[in-house]
């Protein structure tokens, strides 16, 4: 019988070189599991990690893997728990679907702790019969439970990764092939994994970084889905790639201060320090009336960050009750749609905050109600048509102000 190329034959020298994927895999399951030494080089570094983790979780790598049956009510629980990521994704999902039709892909998307929320559908569950019982809604596929997959790597460590073949820890599931890549929420955590797995096949694309654009396009959503009450703010180096996965996305709080940044943000302004003043000035080199102002105009300006970065910029504040406080700052009237220019190349004064206000986005969002109901003389219908509300909406931020101040 000829030798396999991945091994050597007793008392011959030990191959250097393999010419294969496949074969430098099996060259480095044979150095891991059966001679104890460390693959550096064959396999990725992610993948040797998670098999030493997975020798102490599983001690027999050849075993099938067991599912555990998923109950009408755990289902519904867990359903429940991802609403909101399941209605940010849900316009992607449907993307990659319909562009994965042909090519015998499923996308699976998991929660945190790797059960699985959303997967597409399985015209061809005869051949494909391990994702014809492991792509469930309610499985868990986490490391613990299947060993070394992309997306038990990515939940373990918050990292995109790929694993081909006889990459993956239990011998079950060699015939895959898997790509994920990660979606944290406005807190920096990991939400959720986006993943593209196909079966007894080779990838005839660049899965990695398919699912690596759909998965910022949906973290990018989660975002914004998350930043009710919040100053959000769009720029980049090009006005063109405004509103694309490229796209930098900031949120700053009530307060002036920035309470996170997208991937691309973090990029052209640095990491929010892990503590200390996280003040929007300092990050953009604008304050937050400036920015406020910068809202009123529907295209992007071109602003100078305090870095000295010129970027084209756009600022949105949305109220959780769907108030839209575009004209809160500088308001002169309500016919005023002209805002002045304002001057990015030099440092901009800070503008003075609103009467009787703290200079908080809160503070801006109630001097315009009250600016708007006064020019209209009180009446609601008016000016909740000026602020593209409901009339209900508008009497039940006017009861909370009563209520806030009976409590004074």
């Known amino acids: 019988m000829p030798q396999s190329p991945s091994r050597s034959a007793p008392g011959a020298p030990r191959q250097l070189f393999s010419s294969t994927r496949a074969e430098r895999v099996a060259l480095a399951r044979q150095q891991f599991?059966?001679?104890?030494?460390?693959?550096?080089?064959?396999?990725?570094?992610?993948?040797?990690?998670?098999?030493?983790?997975?020798?102490?979780?599983?001690?027999?790598?050849?075993?099938?893997?067991?599912?555990?049956?998923?109950?009408?009510?755990?289902?519904?629980?867990?359903?429940?728990?991802?609403?909101?990521?399941?209605?940010?994704?849900?316009?992607?999902?449907?993307?990659?679907?319909?562009?994965?039709?042909?090519?015998?892909?499923?996308?699976?998307?998991?929660?945190?702790?790797?059960?699985?929320?959303?997967?597409?559908?399985?015209?061809?569950?005869?051949?494909?019969?391990?994702?014809?019982?492991?792509?469930?809604?309610?499985?868990?596929?986490?490391?613990?439970?299947?060993?070394?997959?992309?997306?038990?790597?990515?939940?373990?460590?918050?990292?995109?990764?790929?694993v081909d073949g006889a990459e993956h820890y239990f011998d079950y599931l060699r015939e895959m092939q898997c790509a994920a890549a990660p979606i944290r929420d406005v807190h920096g955590r990991l939400a959720a994994v986006l993943d593209v797995t196909v079966e007894s096949r080779p990838f005839g694309f660049d899965a990695a970084s398919m699912v690596a654009l759909y998965a910022t396009t949906i973290e990018n959503r989660l975002l914004l889905a998350q930043s009710a009450d919040r100053l959000v703010l769009r720029f980049q180096a090009s006005p063109a790639l405004l509103g694309t996965p490229l796209e930098a996305l900031a949120g700053v709080a009530p307060d002036g201060s920035v309470?996170?940044?997208?991937?691309?943000?973090?990029?052209?302004?640095?990491?929010?320090?892990?503590?200390?003043?996280?003040?929007?000035?300092?990050?953009?080199?604008?304050?937050?009336?400036?920015?406020?102002?910068?809202?009123?105009?529907?295209?992007?300006?071109?602003?100078?960050?305090?870095s000295g970065l010129g970027v084209w910029l756009q600022a949105r504040l949305q109220a959780r009750d769907g108030v839209d406080f575009r004209h809160a700052v500088g308001m002169a009237g309500i016919a005023d749609a002209s805002p002045p220019a304002?001057?990015?190349?030099?440092?901009?004064?800070?503008?003075?905050?609103?009467?009787?206000?703290?200079?908080?986005?809160?503070?801006?969002?109630?001097?315009?109600?009250?600016?708007?109901?006064?020019?209209?003389?009180?009446?609601?219908?008016?000016?909740?048509?000026?602020?593209?509300?409901?009339?209900?909406?508008?009497?039940?931020?006017?009861?909370?102000?009563?209520q806030d101040g009976k409590g004074d």
Not at 107 to 132: C, E, F, R, W, Y
Request: hydrophobic share 40%; aromatic share 4%; net charge positive.
């Open 33 to 162: 599991f059966e001679e104890g030494v460390r693959p550096s080089g064959l396999v990725g570094e992610a993948v040797i990690q998670s098999w030493m983790r997975c020798t102490r979780a599983h001690t027999d790598r050849r075993r099938l893997v067991a599912f555990d049956a998923v109950t009408p009510s755990r289902l519904h629980a867990t359903l429940n728990r991802n609403r909101e990521l399941l209605d940010a994704a849900r316009a992607e999902l449907a993307s990659m679907e319909s562009s994965l039709a042909g090519t015998g892909s499923r996308v699976l998307l998991t929660d945190a702790q790797g059960v699985i929320v959303h997967v597409t559908h399985n015209p061809s569950a005869a051949q494909q019969p391990i994702l014809h019982k492991t792509a469930r809604l309610g499985v868990n596929i986490a490391e613990s439970v299947v060993g070394t997959t992309a997306p038990g790597i990515v939940t373990c460590t918050g990292l995109a990764c790929t």
């Open 259 to 306: 309470a996170w940044l997208n991937t691309a943000a973090a990029r052209l302004v640095g990491r929010l320090p892990p503590s200390g003043p996280r003040d929007v000035e300092r990050l953009f080199g604008l304050d937050l009336a400036t920015l406020l102002r910068l809202g009123r105009r529907e295209a992007a300006q071109p602003v100078r960050l305090a």
């Open 342 to 402: 304002i001057e990015t190349t030099q440092p901009t004064a800070a503008p003075e905050a609103p009467p009787g206000g703290d200079g908080t986005l809160r503070s801006h969002s109630r001097k315009l109600i009250e600016d708007t109901l006064a020019a209209y003389g009180g009446n609601i219908s008016h000016a909740a048509r000026q602020l593209r509300v409901s009339r209900g909406t508008l009497y039940r931020r006017l009861r909370s102000w009563e």
